[in-house]
């Protein structure tokens, strides 16, 4: 019987013993298929998670930021302890004691599970096996997934440090509210620094793991509350919260911003604009998107936020002025159903609903609302942020055409904003629309191409196309500056007489008859007045004699264009820029003829703190030396690329000061400081421009509509653009100041009549003397003794333009000496043009 029971127990024994090293062999050949072709754990060491690529102003400021996935990175040793160990309590307590998996955690799991008979099933992953998943296995429920999870569990925890594996949880988790990782969620829910968080809101954050719709603070508020709680709970029980403070935290309601308890993070960022979109398309076409959106790059921008604000209110008042001129309402184009108006709270709802611009900050801030009711004599309206109801009297639609019936019904949601008197007390409300006439402006520094202000419309919100950049179109007369200057470069000087009189050219397609914007023409004069009043036809003469190809050079050298077509219609500004390569290339005009690349950076920084971009190629030969005289500034070398000689660029800036000072932009600006630039008017004034420059700061303007059509009589780049550039310049001038322009070496100033082009005297005074500056060595011919007809066929008996365009006869003195009368002036009749007409 003895040995009977023993060879039992002996059989038993033997059948466990195999069955276990069966079960062993199994589990290892499950284990080892598994881990043939598992992804390499390895490369989570390197791995950099998508995080905010942040954009700041000149003075350190946020302004923008970017991403896909809205995490900012945290690393583990600047995560407060607290943050850890919420996270460690309500996930995995033993965390820093297993060795990637918790077999105590699995068994109670499994037997919760049976007690409950399913009821109560409970994940056992601990926050390695997490992050297995999140990084490397994706997140289906199958058993072959929790196997291999096991498996790179425990190959992690022998390549990380247990805080490395942390540090990767605690920023890749996703939180709800698009928020990734803790310290993008930290700002999100409670708008503050991990470092800033206290105990209860900790553990919010620490219950969202499992489900964040399902803890939402606002629509699950009870249940998000029973959570932190719990982990509250859980952190006092394993030691990380002492008595009070747990005491304290639990009975701590639930504030968040979704309860409107804290600001949100987004209301201390500016309005996106223009400026920030426009970094974002050329970052993202230099880097790629994939590394802007989630590369947590650090950019500097070079916008003044002060100039940006100008340019803002600048352009869109020169905008509204002409729109407001034509009398016209088109309003928002939207409407609520008006079935709504009878309940303040359900049109308020679909008011803050309607998908229109609040951006705009004219007269003080634009402001949705929606017209209650049309009345004889007002308008009863429902402002947005504004309790009650206000009314608009009729006398403030006095610029319309049309009536309050003809032009409002209710349900219509329009524009309006306060209106006040000059000591700031409100007179009135008062309606506003965005007008249909948009436009761009740009300015940037003439010496390194940091563009300080960029507005590419009237409002962003309205339409997030951006003219400055984006929108090519004819800059019509100010594109003359580039003829003029190769002109000058090929050996003609300011006071070069070119003929201004009727010009044919057999296009091929036709006879291209251009015209002077008056309609008339002045006969031979001199090449400043040219420019000065814009002659179209001596413009054409003077590229016919210079070469269409030298001026395409010259535009693409300056980068107005890729390719200019040498035709001699783009004399004129007929091919198609950007304000921003317009002014850009005036800079260059402006800083002597040096090369300048415009830049909306001046660094890009990648995550780890790292420049992997900055604008600025100039060297400080002098910022290291010890002994640099005290209050003199260290010395930068620059070797950028001349693109005009230095000479031609002063004589082309001293013209173009004339257009300023007595030319077609004469009373439209009045800075203080020397200015000079360039009216432009295309035809049948489609587009209108002015560009222009001090001594430091270039800026340039256009309005046109975007579908280009006539803006009708009296629209003038001098008339419409001017005034805003003016308007701008006089906060860049107070801000940045400006002075005379540098005069080269090389060169001497001689005096010259401008309306004859004759040599006067060096100590000649008056309205018709200009000093003009001529290169050493070089002996110009003076008055009529050269004239520049561009190889048209002319007549002999031509007069010179004259003071006020008078028709009578007077005499003049040639560059010889000799007396000369010169007649009446030129018209169809005396002119000999080849039999053209």
């Not at 050949?29 to 043939?36: E, N, T, V």
């Not at 066929?793 to 365009?805: I, T, Y």
Request: proline residues 5%.
């Amino acid at each position: 019987m003895v040995r009977f029971i023993f060879s039992f127990l002996g059989a038993v024994i033997s059948f466990l013993t195999l069955g276990f090293l069966a079960g062993v062999l199994m589990i290892g050949a499950i284990f080892w298929m598994y881990a043939r072709d598992l992804p390499d754990h390895e490369d989570l060491a390197t791995y950099e998670p998508k995080t905010i690529s942040r954009i700041y102003s000149g003075e350190g400021r946020l302004i923008d930021e970017f991403a896909d996935e809205r995490r900012l990175f945290a690393p583990a040793d600047e995560m407060p302890d607290l943050v850890k160990n919420a996270f460690i309590s309500a996930e995995d307590k033993n965390f820093y004691s297993h060795h990637g998996y918790d077999a105590r955690g699995i068994a109670a799991a499994v037997i919760d599970a049976v007690k409950s008979r399913g009821q109560n099933v409970r994940g056992a992953s601990t926050i390695t096996q997490q992050v297995m998943k999140n990084f490397l296995l994706g997140g289906e429920r199958t058993g072959e997934r929790k196997v291999k999870e096991l498996i790179l569990a425990t190959r992690i925890e022998e390549t990380l440090s247990k805080d490395e594996i942390l540090e990767l949880y605690l920023n890749e988790i996703f939180l709800g509210q698009n928020s990734y990782g803790v310290a993008a969620a930290a700002q999100t829910y409670f708008n503050k620094t991990l470092a800033q968080l206290r105990p209860e809101e900790a553990a919010y954050l620490a219950a969202l793991p499992k489900a964040p719709s399902r803890y939402h603070p606002v629509r699950e508020y009870d249940r998000a509350l029973e959570r932190r709680n719990f982990v509250l709970r859980e952190m006092f029980e394993n030691g990380y919260l002492d008595e009070p403070a747990y005491q304290a935290a639990r009975s701590a309601p639930l504030r968040t911003v979704q309860n409107g308890d804290y600001p949100p993070f987004a209301a201390s960022l500016p309005p996106r604009d223009y400026f920030t979109d426009e970094i974002r398309r050329q970052l993202s076409a230099d880097f790629g998107e994939g590394e802007f959106f989630g590369g947590g790059l650090s950019i500097r921008a070079t916008i003044d936020p002060e100039l940006q604000a100008a340019a803002a209110r600048e352009l869109r008042l020169g905008l509204e002025q002409y729109d407001r001129g034509q009398g016209g309402w088109r309003g928002t184009g939207k409407a609520i159903d008006v079935g709504l108006l009878n309940d303040e709270t359900r049109w308020r709802e679909a008011l803050g609903a309607t998908d229109v611009a609040r951006d705009i900050d004219l007269g003080g801030r634009w402001h949705p609302a929606v017209v209650l009711d049309v009345e004889d004599q007002r308008l009863v309206i429902g402002v947005e942020d504004v309790e009650g109801h206000v009314e608009v009297p009729r006398k403030d639609i006095a610029w319309m055409r049309g009536t309050f019936f003809d032009n409002f019904k209710p349900g219509d949601v329009v524009h309006v904003r306060r209106m006040t008197d000059d000591d700031g007390s409100f007179l009135r409300w008062s309606l506003r629309q965005v007008p249909e006439i948009q436009g761009g402006f740009v300015a940037m520094d003439v010496n390194t191409g940091r563009v300080l202000a960029m507005q590419g419309g009237f409002s962003y919100q309205h339409s997030v196309f951006n003219r400055a950049t984006q929108a090519t179109r004819q800059p019509g007369s100010s594109f003359k500056p580039f003829v003029y200057a190769a002109a000058l470069d090929s050996g003609y000087s300011p006071a070069t007489i070119v003929i201004d009189a009727p010009i044919e050219v057999d296009t091929g397609e036709g006879i291209w008859r251009p015209r002077n914007a008056s309609n008339k023409f002045y006969g031979p004069t001199p090449l400043r007045t040219g420019i000065e009043q814009s002659r179209n036809l001596m413009t054409v003469r003077l590229a016919k004699e210079v070469g269409m190809e030298t001026v395409a050079h010259y535009a693409e050298r300056f980068g107005v264009y890729d390719r200019l077509e040498p035709y001699l219609a783009n004399a004129l500004g007929s091919q198609e820029s950007t304000v921003y390569r317009m002014v850009a290339a005036y800079a260059m005009f402006a800083n002597g003829g040096e090369r300048v690349e415009p830049t909306l950076v001046d660094r890009v920084q990648d995550r780890w703190g790292r420049t992997i971009y900055r604008h600025d190629p100039r060297r400080c030969v002098e910022c290291s030396d010890p002994e640099l005289p005290e209050g003199r500034a260290p010395r930068l070398e620059s070797d950028r690329e001349r693109v005009m000689n230095a000479i031609t660029a002063y004589q082309l800036t001293s013209m173009m000061r004339g257009v300023v000072e007595r030319g077609t932009a004469a009373g439209k600006i009045d800075l203080g400081v020397p200015t000079a630039g360039k009216t432009g008017t295309t035809n049948d004034a489609r587009d209108v421009w002015f560009v222009g420059f001090t001594s430091n700061i270039v800026a340039g303007c256009y309005m046109g509509f975007d579908q280009p059509r006539s803006l009708g009589r009296g629209a003038y780049g001098g008339t419409m653009c001017a005034p805003v550039f003016d308007g701008f310049m006089q906060v860049a001038t107070e801000k940045y100041g400006g002075g005379p322009f540098k005069v080269p070496p090389g060169g001497r100033f001689i005096k010259i009549d401008r309306y004859s082009g004759a040599r006067l005297p060096d100590d000649a005074q008056g309205p018709n003397v200009v000093a003009e500056y001529f290169r050493d060595g070089e002996e110009p011919i003076f008055g009529v003794g050269a004239w520049i007809d561009g190889g048209f066929a002319m007549g002999s008996d031509l007069p010179l333009f004259e003071p006020g365009e008078v028709d009578q006869a007077r005499e003049v003195t040639t560059s010889t000496g000799r007396k000369a009368t010169v007649g009446p002036k030129a018209n169809f009749g005396t002119l000999s043009s080849g039999g053209l007409y």
